[in-house]
């Protein structure tokens, strides 16, 4: 499936994190290159943004334990976008960190439009790609994320027990995924600035530009609940299912 999108005058890069080590999964059998309806599950991730026309390039972040074959996928499939796969660091935000400063290496231009993806949300939609694109025509970071459906409990500690602290409104409440988007200079600003906090271990790229880039409005863009990040081995059954559905698309 395919979705029209205008293309823009600066290169639109796809960064596709896959250096995570899985441990809740299965650290034998990572869970980037496990099989979901017959296809490894990054394959799924490179392919849906191989299909949007408004993706110009692709660059893959990977561990040493998958790099040979992810390297593998890459070439008996000849992804066309895939510029280059990197090593990550370990961390997500050591591995955005490896992505920006290959990209800064390439010369990329300051406006271009960077959107980072987990690789193990394999069913991204083409309407969520293409929203981040265009989103980035009228602000500077934009996040894919869902209204939260649960109440969501705010909570600190008391002795040895968590306890309420507040219950926000939950219409202002949603669930983060990917992709994140920025325009390349205001995410590689965000990291230069957070580099200098020892407290820094942001758990998403969104995270850093509220951090410190508070200024920086971050644009909310349509998720889906098929954008299932596979954490867990119990994932597998559900996103087969996914598998399933998108194949018949």
């Not at 960064?15 to 017959?38: E, S």
């Not at 660059?59 to 070439?75: G, Q």
């Not at 994140?180 to 020892?198: E, I, N």
């Not at 407290?199 to 909310?220: G, K, N």
Request: glycine content about 6%.
């Amino acid at each position: 499936m395919r979705a029209d999108a205008p293309r823009s005058s600066a290169p639109v890069v796809a960064v596709i994190l896959a250096a995570g080590l899985g441990v809740r999964f299965d650290t034998d059998n990572p869970k980037q290159l496990f099989k979901v309806g017959g296809k490894p599950i990054v394959a799924w991730s490179i392919e849906a943004f191989e299909a949007n026309p408004g993706v110009t390039d692709i660059l893959l972040v990977v561990n040493d334990k998958v790099r040979s074959p992810i390297e593998a996928i890459v070439a008996e499939n000849a992804y066309p976008k895939v510029r280059m796969v990197i090593t990550g660091g370990a961390e997500r935000a050591d591995s955005t960190e490896a992505a920006l400063q290959t990209l800064a290496e390439a010369g990329i231009p300051s406006d271009a439009k960077v959107l980072i993806h987990d690789a193990v949300r394999p069913f991204v939609s083409q309407e969520s790609i293409t929203g981040c694109i265009e989103a980035l025509d009228g602000f500077k970071a934009v996040t894919v994320a869902v209204p939260s459906t649960d109440t969501i409990l705010y909570a600190h500690d008391l002795g040895d027990r968590k306890v309420v602290r507040d219950v926000p409104d939950r219409a202002d409440m949603f669930r983060a995924q990917t992709p994140q988007a920025f325009r390349f200079d205001t995410l590689r600003l965000a990291y230069a600035k957070a580099a200098s906090d020892p407290e820094f271990h942001p758990t998403d790229d969104t995270r850093v530009v509220v951090d410190y880039l508070p200024d920086v409005p971050v644009a909310i863009v349509a998720g889906s609940e098929t954008n299932l990040k596979i954490t867990l081995a119990s994932d597998i059954p559900i996103a087969e299912w996914m598998a399933r559905s998108f194949q018949g698309k």
